[in-house]
């Protein structure tokens, strides 16, 4: 069965960094792309950003252009997202998903506060 | 960027009872290849999302099929023929064409009266 479990949440600055981990298991990881989704606590979901099989191709939500890197390590089975400059808008726990649609599988989510 | 849009925002339903749900986008999500890229979630309480519904009306794996999902285009709807007290939670549907741009609903909170 496949499983993802994220970690890295926490409480920042504004204008800090924080990255994040997703570890996936149960699965031939280096086979899916992986995505990454955001959820404002009592608010509805929204994609951040994707990132290909091989780690070759990225898309990202606008608003994080710039301040967001989704990268891929197939050895390690991980995805990552790095968020720097943090806003208090980014503020939301983050959900890892496998695939770039079509999620059948989610993480537990990790909490991402963003509050000086 | 597609916008999508829910309704009702909630929905009361009494268990036993049919429920509804419909979801509109502001593009077609009907891909040249036949299919509709249009997904359906749940989420319960205080639980990741799950898939439900996949391409419009596929069910995804392990979901009761009392869910259902049909439309094309840019209306699409998700019913529950007979809802159950575990369907309880938020439905979200969300636009699977565009995967470098992907778009959610905002959300449907069903609850039982």
């Known amino acids: 069965e496949a499983q993802l479990v994220e970690s890295g949440g926490g409480l920042v600055q504004p204008g800090g960094s924080l990255r994040l981990s997703c570890v996936a298991s149960?699965?031939?990881?280096?086979?899916?792309?992986m995505t990454w989704v955001r959820q404002i606590p009592g608010k509805g979901l929204e994609w951040v950003a994707n990132?290909?099989?091989?780690?070759?191709?990225?898309h990202y939500l606008d608003s994080v252009k710039g301040r967001f890197t989704v990268s891929k390590d197939n050895a390690k089975n991980s995805v990552y997202l790095q968020m720097d400059s943090l806003r208090a808008e980014d503020s939301a726990v983050y959900f890892c998903a496998r695939g770039r649609a079509s999620f059948e599988y989610w993480g537990q989510g990790t909490l991402v506060t963003v509050s000086s | 960027d597609i916008v999508m849009t829910q309704s009702p925002l909630s929905l009361p339903v009494t268990p036993g009872e049919p429920a509804s749900i419909s979801c509109n986008s502001s593009q077609s999500l009907l891909h040249r290849n036949g299919y509709n890229y249009l997904d359906w979630y749940l989420q319960k309480p205080g639980q990741s999302p799950q898939l439900l519904i996949y391409?419009?009306?596929d069910r995804a794996s392990g979901v009761p099929d009392r869910f259902s999902g049909s439309g094309s285009g840019t209306d699409f709807t998700l019913k529950i023929s007979r809802v159950e007290a575990e369907d309880v939670g938020v439905y979200y549907c969300m636009q699977a064409l565009q995967t470098g741009a992907l778009s959610f609903g905002g959300g449907t909170k069903v609850e039982i009266k």
């Open positions: 990132v290909r099989r091989d780690g070759g191709e990225v």
């Open positions: 391409l419009g009306s």
């Open positions: 149960g699965f031939d990881f280096s086979n899916y792309w």
